[in-house]
Every structure is written in structure tokens, then in C-alpha cells.
């Protein structure tokens, strides 16, 4: 008897621990996203999304990654921002192709909103576009040509690059803008100087063009994720990651 009271202990016990575990993960890891397929050009494209807890609808962020694809930092990155109210997912652009034609990502871009009006959780006359490096780069070229975004946060992207498929650069789609961008930056950037931001900037504004422009000062490239893909805990990283979700509840809410 005793043997089998010190066994229902034990097994209680596990049980409790088990569930302790399961809240932990929950709230603390925040890993509740899922992967979902997105069919672009005959081929099925994994995306990682992400949505709130309640039922909606709500806005939606198409997040786009840098050429390192989907690091852990991103998805902690997108499970924090659904919990700002956002339906938030990130096609993987370079399933394929390590440097594809901008068609070829437009397209899929194209058909993530596509996806996006299939989820009755998602709002689909509200949707934001945001990008990181060569993200940062697709966000700045694909705001004002994709109709269905009414704003857009490009990071430490490229506005006189063609990419390395040697597309158009975005500047030269300027005057085709009409919704709202918020540009984030860091004045140590190499791979995109501070200077060319300052220039789109000036261009962006000759031409009549509402945006936001946030640079903090001694940042380099890609300041968001660290090296081993983590999402970077420093004051100025929340500082950027607060810039835009602002900016998306104030463009998209």
C-alpha cells in the first residue's frame, strides 16, 4: 500500500513538472508559430507564421529576411509582434534560390497576400511590409509596387542596389510610392553606407513622399541579429523594434 501511494506521488509530481514546463515554453519561449506552404511559380515555399491568441481579424506584417534566412532571432522577433496584434509571416524567399531574379520574389510576395486573404484571422485591407538586409532592400522595391501594402519598415536595406540578381534599384520606383515608410538604420553600416539612406531620404522628400526616418548612431549592418542568429537584447535593439511596432499600430490599426 505504501508502495503504491509513494508511486501516485511520483507520477503527480511528473505531472506537475511537465506542466510547469509546457507554461514556461509558452510564455517565455514564445515559440507559436507554425510553417505553412506558399505556392509561387509551380513550387511550395515554407513560410513561418505567426498569429494572436484571439480570433481577429487582425492587421498583417509580411516579414522578409535577410540572406541568412529564418534565424531563431526572427522567429522570436515574429511570435513578439503577433502579441502586439499582428497576423506576422515570413516566406522563406531563398527556398531555391540563394540570389533569385526580383520577379521570382515579388511573385511570392504576391502570393503570401494572396495566402494572407485565405486566414480568417487576418484583416486583408490592412497589411504591412517589413524586410532585413536584402528584406530591408525587397521592402523599399516592392512597397509601392504591390498595392494590396499600406505601409512599410525597411531595415538597413538598399535603395540604389539592383541585389544580386541585378534588378532595379528601388529608388528609381520613388514616385510610385503612396503609403507611408519607416527606414531604420545604423550609421556604421558598411555593406549599405548611411549616406545612401541620407540621399533616399532627400529624394524621398523632393518627391513629395511620406516617411519616417530612424538612424542610430554607431550601428553596423544587420545590428538585430547577432552572429549566432539570436535576436539582440541591447537598448538599441528594443529601441528599433519599438520604432516599428508603433509605426505599424499607428499605419495599420
Not at 509513494?6 to 509558452?26: K, Y
Not at 506558399?38 to 509580411?62: C, F, H, K, L, R
Not at 541579429?225 to 528599433?240: K, N, R
Request: with cysteine; glycine share 12%; hydrophobic share 40%.
Amino acid at each position: 500500500m505504501r508502495s503504491v501511494i509513494l508511486l501516485a506521488a511520483v507520477v503527480s509530481l511528473l505531472l506537475l513538472v511537465g506542466s510547469v514546463g509546457a507554461a514556461d515554453v509558452g510564455t517565455a519561449g514564445m515559440r507559436n508559430g507554425t510553417t505553412v506552404n506558399i505556392q509561387s511559380g509551380g513550387q511550395n515555399y515554407p513560410a513561418y507564421i505567426t498569429t494572436p491568441e484571439d480570433t481577429g481579424p487582425y492587421p498583417a506584417v509580411v516579414l522578409l529576411l535577410s540572406f541568412n534566412g529564418l534565424e531563431v532571432g526572427y522567429q522570436d522577433m515574429i511570435d513578439r509582434l503577433a502579441t502586439e496584434g499582428f497576423v506576422v509571416i515570413a516566406p522563406e524567399w531563398q527556398t531555391f534560390e540563394e540570389s533569385p531574379d526580383d520577379n521570382v520574389t515579388e511573385a511570392l510576395v504576391r502570393d503570401t497576400v494572396a495566402y494572407l486573404g485565405t486566414r480568417p484571422e487576418v484583416n486583408s485591407s490592412s497589411i504591412g511590409l517589413t524586410g532585413f538586409c536584402a528584406g530591408g532592400r525587397y521592402t523599399m522595391l516592392f512597397l509601392p509596387r504591390i498595392e494590396e501594402f499600406s505601409s512599410g519598415v525597411a531595415w538597413y536595406g538598399f535603395p540604389y542596389s539592383g541585389g544580386q540578381a541585378n534588378g532595379t534599384p528601388p529608388a528609381e520606383f520613388i514616385d510610385n510610392i503612396t503609403d507611408p515608410m519607416l527606414i531604420i538604420h545604423g550609421t556604421a553600416d558598411e555593406a549599405s553606407p548611411v549616406a545612401d539612406i541620407y540621399r533616399y531620404a532627400t529624394d524621398l522628400d523632393t518627391a513629395g513622399k511620406y516617411f519616417e526616418l530612424k538612424v542610430y548612431q554607431g550601428e553596423p549592418h544587420g545590428f538585430m541579429i547577432g552572429e549566432d542568429g539570436e535576436l539582440v537584447e541591447s537598448p538599441v535593439a528594443e529601441s528599433a523594434y519599438q520604432e516599428m511596432a508603433i509605426f505599424f499600430n499607428r499605419t495599420l490599426g
